[in-house]
């Protein structure tokens, strides 16, 4: 039930003000009597499907996704085309970079894919890791991710 009235709660905060960052968001919500923690509030973003999208004036803010269900192949394909930088391959890892607070978008939705010989990814700012089985996969999966930002 508390996280239930946590996730609407979150909710309603992002679509009222421009929170930046997963300290801002743990603040507004410690001072409505939320018990959270950043791990917490880490949890609640992913389940939610936040976004970090860009502010007229500079800088991200969190946001809901597309009201509409968007495919996991459309919205890696609109991931790419909004703010892919470069990737990069060494043995059976991969090296994503985004534009600053997308990697957490990329990784979210590359996990949720679960691609053939992708074991998982870890995520940073503006830097996801791909760890595949191995150095095939590893390539046959930059080729298809090549293949969306062509």
Known sequence: MQRT??????????????????????????AEGFDVTQATVSRDIKALGLV??????GGYKYALPQEAPVAKDDRLRRLMLESFR????TGNLLVLKSDPGNANAFGAVLDE???????????????????CQDEKSATAIRERLEQLDA
């Open 5 to 30: 009235r946590r996730l609407v709660r979150i909710k309603q905060l992002v679509q009222t003000y421009a929170i930046e960052t997963q300290d801002e968001l743990a603040n507004r919500l410690r």
């Open 52 to 57: 970090k999208v860009p502010q007229p004036g």
């Open 86 to 89: 470069s990737l990069a391959q």
């Open 113 to 131: 894919l679960a691609w053939p010989g992708l074991m998982g990814t870890i995520c940073g700012d503006d830097t996801c890791l791909l760890i």
